[in-house]
Antibody
C-alpha cells in the first residue's frame, strides 16, 4: 500500500528557509485524482494544515502562513516538497505529509480526506 | 476560515463505556467532515470521512453522524487501544481546519 516518508533538516536557524520532502512509495504519485498535503503540529498542540498540491501543480495554501510557503511536486521522483521562508521559533513543530483523497462529490465539490500520512518529522527553529 | 470547536476537550472513561465527542462548525459544511485518531508520538489516523463513512479497517464500534454545523463521533464500547486524542476536520473549503482535539483518558 502507499506509504509516505518525510525527510529534511531537523534544525533550522531563525530567518532561514525550512525545506522538507515527502517521498511516496508503494504507488505512483500521479495515479488517481489526489492532492498531496502538508500539516504541522507544535508540541502538545493541535493540527494546522499548511497547504496542498496536485499533479497538475494546482495548489492551495493556508493564508495564515502569509505567503511564506511554497509546495512543489516532482512526479519523476514520486516526491513533493515544502519550502517555508523566514522561519521563527513559532514554526517549531512536527511536520506531516499526507495524501488528500477525493471522496463523495457533493454540492460544494469533492469531500477530501487525508487517508495516508507520513510518520512526521520534527523541525526545531533555533540558533 | 471555518472554525471547528470540539467538546469536551478531554474525557475520562472506562473500558466498555459509550463515548460521544461533539464537533461544531462555525458555518454550515453539509457533510464535509472527517474524524481522526492520534496516539502519542504517532501520525493521525483517518477514522470517519464524509461525516459518517467508516474508513476501511477501522472497527465498527466507531461511528459518525451529523449534518450542517453539528457532528458527533461515537465509540460504542471503549477499548484500551482507543485511549487517544480525536480531531475533527472540515473539508468544505480551504484552508482545511481542525478542531482543537479531545483527549480520551482512562478512568
Amino acid at each position: 500500500q502507499v506509504q509516505l516518508q518525510e525527510t529534511g533538516p531537523g534544525l533550522v536557524k531563525p530567518s532561514q528557509t525550512l525545506s522538507l520532502t515527502c517521498t511516496v512509495s508503494g504507488g505512483s504519485i500521479s495515479s488517481g485524482s489526489y492532492y498531496w498535503s502538508w500539516i504541522r503540529q507544535p508540541a502538545g498542540k493541535g493540527l494546522e494544515w499548511i497547504g496542498r498540491i496536485d499533479t497538475s501543480e494546482g495548489t492551495d495554501y493556508n493564508p495564515s502562513l502569509k505567503g511564506r510557503v511554497t509546495i512543489s511536486i516532482d512526479t519523476s521522483r514520486n516526491q513533493f516538497s515544502l519550502k517555508q521562508t523566514s522561519v521563527t521559533a513559532a514554526d517549531t513543530a512536527v511536520y506531516y505529509c499526507a495524501r488528500d483523497a477525493p471522496g463523495r462529490e457533493g454540492y460544494n465539490g469533492y469531500n477530501y480526506y487525508m487517508d495516508v500520512w507520513g510518520k512526521g518529522t520534527t523541525v526545531t527553529v533555533s540558533s | 476560515d471555518i472554525q471547528m470547536t470540539q467538546s469536551p476537550s478531554s474525557l475520562s472513561a472506562s473500558v466498555g463505556d459509550r463515548v460521544t465527542i461533539t464537533c461544531r462548525a462555525s458555518q454550515s459544511i453539509s457533510t464535509y467532515l472527517n474524524w481522526y485518531q492520534q496516539k502519542p508520538g504517532k501520525a493521525p489516523k483517518l477514522l470517519i470521512y464524509t461525516a459518517s463513512s467508516l474508513q476501511s479497517g477501522v472497527p465498527s464500534r466507531f461511528s459518525g453522524s451529523g449534518f450542517g454545523t453539528d457532528f458527533t463521533l461515537t465509540i460504542s464500547s471503549l477499548q484500551p487501544e482507543d485511549f487517544a486524542t480525536y480531531f475533527c476536520q472540515q473539508s468544505y473549503t480551504t484552508p482545511w481546519t481542525f478542531g482543537q482535539g479531545t483527549k480520551a483518558e482512562i478512568k
